[in-house]
């Protein structure tokens, strides 16, 4: 996949390529209703990554629900995957109070939208999805339809829902400075190779037709936004979850490495959803919930 030279055109690309899967091309089947609690638990096969164990999913939400933040890393464009965040966080809100849930697909610039919305919709209104989209000003990249049931259950619970990603106009500028973050997990560590294997990914989702400045600005414009999740995560109300595109939530790549950053201490938990046939090592997440493989039209899948 080529991308034009223009800011215009390539903005988009600094938004979303790196989310471990093109998020433009919903499945054929994302008017499906959400799977039954008792679907989800049944869907594909979970593995604690630092035993390598199997677990059930109440085996692996009795773990989740001990930790103080935790990541969930998605494929964009698997409905399976916001059916199954869906259920977790409906069943983390019954085994301890929720602190709150931060989306990569909300930008600062919708929170005070989400802040004065949130109240109505908790008192379960009868309302049109549609309506709900413009008060939120949802931006149409993040497809409704793969994304509806997910964000209706966490605006209509009790705990606040807060944005984790950059403005556009933010991204825009830091297209054009490129600054660097400071920090030696996410910046200096390993000699470099968190760079290299961000770069690395990035030239793969350009078929190799990237010029240096524009590589340079996508690695800022990707540890920036890192970095702002990492950020968010740590200010929010614990216990909290973040849901971001899986390259965000590696351990070896994305926000926990900025959260040890920013902390000196531990990373969060990382629960990574991938496709059957991915490979999810040890390193990049402390668990893995395999889906079956679905054919989409995506251009890139979770690994």
């Known amino acids: 996949m080529k991308f034009p030279l223009s800011l215009a055109a390539v903005l988009p690309a600094c938004v979303l390529a790196l989310s471990a899967c093109s998020s433009v091309a ?34 692996l939400l009795s773990q989740l629900a001990a930790a103080p933040r935790l990541i969930i890393g998605e494929q964009h464009d698997q409905l399976s995957h916001h059916q199954i965040e869906q259920w977790l966080v409906q069943q983390l809100q019954g085994q301890r109070p929720q602190g709150s849930v931060l989306l990569e ?52 619970a009790p705990y606040p829902v807060w944005s984790a990603n950059l403005d556009r106009s933010e991204i825009k500028q830091l297209f054009v400075d490129r600054p660097a973050v400071q920090g030696k997990h996410s910046n200096l560590a390993n000699d470099g190779k968190v760079h290299d294997k961000l770069k690395d990914i990035i ?90 493989a679905v054919a989409t039209a995506a251009i890139a899948s979770a690994k």
């Open 26 to 59: 919903p499945l054929a089947n994302t008017t499906a209703a959400s799977a039954s609690a008792q679907d989800v638990r049944q869907v594909g096969e979970i593995v604690d990554l630092r035993s390598g164990q199997r677990l059930s999913a109440e085996q």
């Open 105 to 156: 697909m909300l930008n600062p610039d919708q929170q005070a939208r989400v802040d004065k919305l949130k109240p109505w919709l908790q008192t379960d209104p009868v309302v049109r999805p549609e309506h709900v989209t413009e008060m939120l000003a949802w931006q149409p990249s993040w497809k409704w339809e793969q994304y509806g049931e997910l964000v209706m259950t966490v605006m209509r």
């Open 203 to 292: 030239r793969v989702m350009h078929d190799n037709q990237i010029d240096a400045p524009r590589l340079a600005a996508m690695l800022s414009v990707q540890q920036q936004r890192d970095r702002r999740m990492a950020e968010r995560l740590l200010a929010a109300p614990a216990p909290a979850v973040l849901i971001a595109g899986a390259y965000h939530a590696h351990k070896d790549l994305g926000v926990p490495l900025h959260v040890q950053d920013l902390t000196g201490g531990p990373a969060p938990l990382v629960l990574v959803l991938a496709q059957r046939g991915a490979t999810v090592l040890a390193s990049q997440a402390d668990f893995v919930w395999f889906t079956p």
